[in-house]
């Protein structure tokens, strides 16, 4: 983050404008709107700044830029184009310690102005750290249509009942549970049709009937990886969390998507080297969400693809916790897409087969024919370790020793890589792929040459 954000109270606080032209006059609208109390340097006023001196908003100070202009002011615009007098203004601002900022200059700025989206009293703002207003605009206008205009009544009412609720409600927790829910419910639409009597009513009766939240478990498949392959859902579920529990195979794209202040605890094999046994995790769910909190347990993929998650929802069911499964884009289906595999193809694919190369039990062997079937793809999971017997057997029960492979390590993220080969030398390929990867045996995986689109070999 390059700069710091922070909203001013500038109310009864003096701030200087240095310029009087058609900038200068839309900054000025500006901070007279929050109270400022504006000082003016300018030679001459246009009739906007003159009724604003004539009556008294404004203190028109002359002129001729001087030191002293500045004693008391909180914060200092230029807005001449005069460079010169600008670059004055900033080092004099500068060398008092006054946040400074002359237009359009992001290196004679000490703060910048955001784009807003203003719902007062909730206020958005939008900034490019001074490389791209135009892009911050850009946003602005879509943030302006994604937030209701009755956001800022529902601010409104909110803060008037904000001490209420505190009273009523054991923790910061239950706080927000409690606002959560209301922003979700029948509140904003009274709010939205402006009936604003019968939406704090509803906020009275919701509050007279609140009871402690009961804690769930959501149970999210995270995708392979890519953050944009998130479900709403899943999104949605992350972002109402108050904890996370997460496995190595989430990527820092989508961790990033959780709330700050959300406890995020790692259960992953492979993450800061310590292994979390199933039976803790398991634990841990059912004991947070019994403490009545909104627990997530995030997963990479799909979280009932060899997952895990059918073990885990066994538990919170025998434990009475209510849970809910959001499904997710599943590595055998993300990783072959960003690779330009398609699974099936009416050439050569009829079906497709997803399968572990990692079992529970030792020793116990998959159905050999049933994977060596020609015409079909077989994905399988967690299967590097195993390339060779896996290669050696299908040749065995009879699948070509030619048959089109691809290794996808890392599937639909940035460092994504692919080797593609014949099934004769998929241990090879598989030694040296980087983890995660995934094993796709079939001809499909030939079409890669074709339609890859996505990372290094795009
Ligand atoms: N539930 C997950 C699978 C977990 S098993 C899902 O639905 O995708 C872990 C295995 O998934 C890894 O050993 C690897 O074979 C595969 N995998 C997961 N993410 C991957 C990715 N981004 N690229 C390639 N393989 C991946």
């Known amino acids: 983050m390059s700069h710091y954000p922070m909203f001013a109270n500038l109310r009864g606080r003096a701030v200087l404008l240095v310029g009087a032209g058609q900038v200068a006059e839309r900054k000025a609208a500006a901070l007279l709107q929050v109270g400022?109390?504006?000082?003016?340097?300018?030679?001459?006023?246009?009739?906007?700044?003159?009724s604003w001196s004539d009556s008294g908003r404004i203190e028109w100070l002359?002129?001729?830029?001087?030191?002293?202009?500045?004693?008391?002011v909180f914060l200092a615009v230029a807005a001449t184009d005069d460079r010169?007098?600008?670059?004055?203004?900033?080092?004099?601002?500068?060398?008092?310690?006054?946040?400074?900022?002359?237009?359009?200059?992001?290196?004679?700025?000490?703060?910048?102005?955001?784009?807003?989206?203003?719902?007062?009293?909730?206020?958005?703002?939008?900034?490019?750290?001074g490389t791209s207003p135009v892009l911050a605009r850009k946003w602005?206008?879509?943030?302006?249509?994604?937030?209701?205009?009755?956001?800022?009544?529902?601010?409104?009412?909110?803060?008037?009942?904000?001490?209420?609720?505190?009273?009523?409600?054991?923790?910061?927790?239950?706080?927000?549970?409690?606002?959560?829910?209301?922003?979700d419910s029948r509140f904003s639409s009274l709010a939205a049709q402006g009936d604003m009597a019968a939406a704090e009513s509803e906020l009275a009766a919701q509050l007279?009937?609140?009871?402690?939240?009961?804690?769930?478990?959501?149970?999210?498949?995270a995708g392979p990886g890519d953050a944009g392959l998130l479900t709403v859902h899943a999104l949605q579920a992350i972002q109402a969390a108050d904890v996370v529990f997460y496995d190595a195979l989430v990527s820092d794209e989508i961790m990033a998507t959780v709330r700050k202040d959300?406890?995020?605890?790692?259960?992953?094999?492979?993450?800061?080297c310590h292994h979390v046994q199933q039976e803790e995790t398991n634990r841990l769910l059912v004991e947070h969400?019994?403490?009545?909190?909104?627990?997530?347990?995030?997963?990479?993929?799909?979280?009932?693809?060899?997952?895990?998650?059918?073990?885990?929802?066994?538990?919170?069911?025998?434990?009475?916790?209510?849970?809910?499964?959001v499904p997710g884009v599943t590595a055998a289906l993300g990783a072959t897409a960003y690779a330009g595999i398609p699974l099936t193809h009416r050439d050569c694919a009829q079906s497709a087969l997803f399968v572990?190369?990692?079992?529970?039990?030792?020793?116990?062997?998959?159905?050999?024919?049933?994977?060596?079937?020609?015409?079909?793809?077989?994905?399988?999971?967690?299967?590097?370790?195993?390339?060779s017997v896996i290669a050696e057997k299908l040749v065995e029960y009879g699948r070509s020793a030619d048959t089109p492979v691809a290794v996808i390590s890392n599937g639909t993220l940035p460092n994504q890589s692919v080797q593609t080969g014949r099934l004769q030398n998929l241990p090879e390929l598989a030694e040296d792929a980087p983890r995660p990867a995934l094993m796709v045996i079939g001809e499909v995986a030939a079409l890669r040459d074709e339609l890859k689109w996505f990372g290094e070999a795009a």
């Open 36 to 50: 400022a109390v504006l000082r003016v340097v300018a030679e001459t006023l246009n009739p906007q700044f003159q």
């Open 62 to 72: 002359g002129g001729v830029f001087r030191e002293d202009c500045l004693n008391g």
């Open 84 to 129: 010169d007098l600008n670059q004055r203004v900033f080092q004099s601002a500068e060398a008092r310690g006054t946040f400074c900022n002359v237009v359009d200059t992001t290196d004679l700025c000490s703060f910048i102005v955001p784009a807003v989206v203003d719902r007062s009293p909730v206020q958005i703002a939008v900034s490019s750290g």
């Open 140 to 183: 602005r206008q879509i943030i302006e249509m994604l937030v209701p205009l009755h956001t800022g009544k529902m601010a409104q009412l909110a803060g008037k009942w904000r001490d209420r609720v505190k009273e009523a409600t054991r923790n910061a927790e239950e706080r927000r549970h409690f606002w959560e829910k209301l922003f």
């Open 208 to 221: 007279a009937g609140y009871a402690p939240h009961k804690g769930e478990v959501v149970l999210v498949g």
């Open 262 to 272: 959300a406890e995020k605890i790692s259960v992953g094999k492979r993450a800061g």
């Open 289 to 325: 969400a019994q403490a009545g909190r909104r627990v997530v347990r995030l997963k990479g993929g799909d979280p009932f693809v060899f997952g895990r998650g059918g073990e885990e929802a066994q538990v919170l069911r025998q434990a009475g916790i209510p849970y809910r499964i």
């Open 356 to 387: 572990t190369g990692h079992s529970k039990h030792d020793g116990e062997q998959p159905d050999w024919r049933t994977l060596a079937l020609s015409n079909q793809t077989l994905v399988v999971y967690m299967g590097t370790l195993r390339a």
